[in-house]
């Protein structure tokens, strides 16, 4: 035997290291296995153990033959391999489509995404009924919607005022950096900031960028695709897929989590970066990952992660290894530090002040198998399964048919892209598992921003993405079955409609918001010395209820004492424990500290009892109230006083 050919035994003690290799990965992304074997017991939680065990093997194989290192000999047995019959009839390399840079080809493009938008709008519109005919007067809720607007309204008018102080948001008062507390939005005001600018009617603008949020991410999926496959069938069936996943309508009140359009993008940059090299794909790419931080950070975070682990592998599996090409990866790295620096700054003043989330609050939302089994509540065909197999915020259905395509795409013979998307399925599934699977904790140890996050199960967005892309190949390898455009045409239109009846949702149940404010903020004004705003306390302070005052404050530009957000500062917790007994002498020593001028008392919000009661000890009490006058409001009553000092 040639000294530097390996016998049997050490082939086969290279194959259980790679077997041990691969069980551990698994093991950490989904957090182990417990199965019962012929009556024995088999459990592995953590890949610790597999590991020492593939370092003993792979020790003892080399210590007793040295002639062909594991590495050496299993890259020859690869490369032998990929000659045989049995490769090809597994893999396919991966066919570029041709693409020209002249103007008919731009123009093409062009009309592709304007179709595209065009289509997409139109059933946005539709699914979303009946928000079409309220788009000026009614949001999904009085709850995180009105935060959203508040953060729209807030940052256009502070660039207009006072850019420098744009995290220092009137709620919480005297704290700052409250902006950032929760999401920024500041990618998405880039498009509201000029309307509201023009005076456009704000629940308008709300409701403008929330349904963007559908259209521009089916959008995106369409153009990766298209360049992807070569197909705009392909592209047509992934846009709809991405634009209207199931996941998508369990989230209406939160905007943030519609506005995932950036994933895609981000994906289309970094293929045009691999295919041609150029800085101005590497700018793109920075770009587009910083407008999802700045859209939503749980999906900027994910993403950030899914680009490193799939663009990495995307990069070894083409081959494109050179010094262009990385000189435009790192400058993609500096332009998003760049972009996200400032928020960056505001972030981590703000976790000074409210600190970050604890394991059993992730916890408590991170997600297992058995919630892919479970729709949103409100899907008309498979709304039943949230009870059954769901958990809030972990209603993770991603549609049949989405995993079916997805299924023909990886179905052999499969190709390096294809590989690579599953790999980032997994990587997607393995996130929504939080605390379940081994990776998340070690991603919470040693990666400071995955500890602001509170809800892993939002990951499923990158299986969504996923199961998007590798659906447009698997609609691919089946049109191209056809010999005739048209059929390829049809079946896409009939899959779409597929797609959209099983994630259609019920009727959208909307809440009416008032055109402007209740009147007795306009008392407010001269006594508050002008335009400088002034602190005020609502009454009945209501901790995750103060929305509809931060709404008010988009006319009034009051300082809040009261605030709502994804966090909230100890100070403001303090007020409103403080707050139960007023008028008495805690809750106004409480005012006073932070330098309250004014509280409003609002009736509709309180019991007539209740209110007639604290309107009657705040008359009558000697504290240094001074009541300044009240105003009707919703068949109810708002007292407005002085705080006397």
């Not at 919470?444 to 990951?459: D, K």
């Not at 209740?610 to 705040?618: F, Q």
Request: hydrophobic share 50%; charged share 15%; aromatic share 12%.
């Amino acid at each position: 035997m040639n000294r530097d050919t390996p016998p049997a035994w050490a082939h086969a003690a290279d194959l259980a290291t790679l077997g041990l290799l691969l069980l551990a990965a698994l093991v950490a992304f989904t957090g182990g296995f417990r199965i019962r074997l012929l009556g024995v017991l088999l459990s592995v939680r953590t890949p610790g153990r597999l590991l020492l065990w593939a370092a003993g093997i792979t020790a003892v194989r080399h210590l007793a033959f040295r002639g062909s290192p594991i590495h050496r000999d299993t890259a020859r047995r690869f490369a032998e391999w990929k000659q045989t019959d049995r490769y090809a009839a597994l893999f396919v390399p991966d066919v570029t489509p041709r693409r020209g840079a002249d103007a008919s080809s731009r123009v093409r493009i062009a009309v592709f995404l304007i179709a595209t938008t065009a289509l997409l709008t139109a059933v946005a519109l539709a699914i979303t009924a009946p928000l079409v005919w309220h788009m000026r007067d009614a949001v999904h809720d009085p709850g995180d919607p009105l935060l959203n607007l508040w953060t729209l309204d807030w940052i256009a008018y502070q660039l207009r005022t006072d850019p420098a102080r744009l995290f220092d948001g009137n709620i919480f008062s005297p704290e700052r950096w409250t902006l950032a507390y929760s999401e920024t939005l500041l990618a998405p005001s880039a498009v509201a900031t000029p309307l509201l600018w023009m005076g456009v009617n704000r629940v308008l603008v709300y409701n403008a960028i929330f349904l963007s949020g559908f259209v521009l991410s089916g959008v995106g999926a369409a153009l990766l695709v298209r360049r992807l496959t070569g197909r705009v069938p392909a592209a047509l069936v992934a846009g709809v897929i991405f634009a209207f996943l199931p996941f998508r309508f369990s989230h209406y009140p939160q905007l943030q989590l519609q506005q995932a359009e950036w994933i895609p993008l981000s994906l289309w940059a970094y293929h045009r970066l691999l295919d041609n090299g150029r800085l101005s794909d590497g700018v793109l790419l920075g770009g587009a990952i910083a407008c999802q931080l700045l859209s939503c950070m749980y999906y900027g975070v994910y993403l950030a992660s899914y680009v490193a682990i799939v663009g990495g592998l995307l990069w070894f599996a083409l081959r494109r290894f050179d010094w262009v090409r990385l000189r435009a990866i790192a400058l993609a790295v500096v332009v998003a530090i760049a972009l996200f620096a400032p928020v960056g700054r505001a972030y981590l003043a703000a976790h000074a002040v409210v600190g970050e989330r604890g394991l059993s609050e992730i916890a408590s939302r991170s997600a297992t198998w058995q919630h892919y089994l479970a729709a949103p509540r409100n899907n008309r065909l498979f709304g039943w399964s949230a009870a059954r197999f769901g958990a809030e915020e972990r209603n993770l259905f991603p549609g049949i048919i989405a995993v079916g395509l997805s299924a023909i795409a990886l179905w052999p013979p499969v190709s390096a892209i294809r590989l690579v998307y599953a790999a980032g399925l997994a990587w997607g599934i393995t996130l929504t598992f939080g605390v379940n699977a081994p990776a998340y904790r070690a991603l919470y140890e040693y990666v400071p921003a995955f500890r602001a996050l509170r809800i892993p199960a939002l990951a499923v967005i990158l299986v969504g993405f996923s199961l998007t892309v590798l659906a447009g190949f698997g609609f691919d390898r089946l049109a191209r079955r056809f010999r005739h455009g048209h059929a390829a045409t049809a079946m896409a239109v009939v899959i779409c409609v597929g797609v959209l009846v099983e994630s259609w949702p019920t009727p959208m149940h909307l809440a009416a918001i008032p055109a402007a404010p209740p009147s007795i903020y306009m008392e407010l004004m001269p006594d508050a010395g002008g335009s400088s705003p002034v602190p005020i306390v609502e009454i009945p302070v209501m901790v995750g209820g103060d929305q509809t005052y931060m709404y008010y404050s988009t006319f009034h530009r009051q300082r809040l004492l009261n605030g709502y957000s994804g966090f909230f500062p100890p100070s403001y917790l303090h007020l409103a424990g403080a707050m139960r007994g007023f008028p008495d002498e805690r809750s106004m020593h409480a005012l006073r500290s932070r330098g309250a001028r004014y509280a409003l008392l609002h009736g509709e919000f309180l019991e007539r009892a209740e209110y007639d009661n604290i309107t009657r000890a705040a008359d009558e009490c000697r504290c240094g109230l001074t009541l300044q006058g009240r105003r009707s409001w919703a068949d109810r009553e708002i007292s407005l006083y002085r705080i006397e000092y």
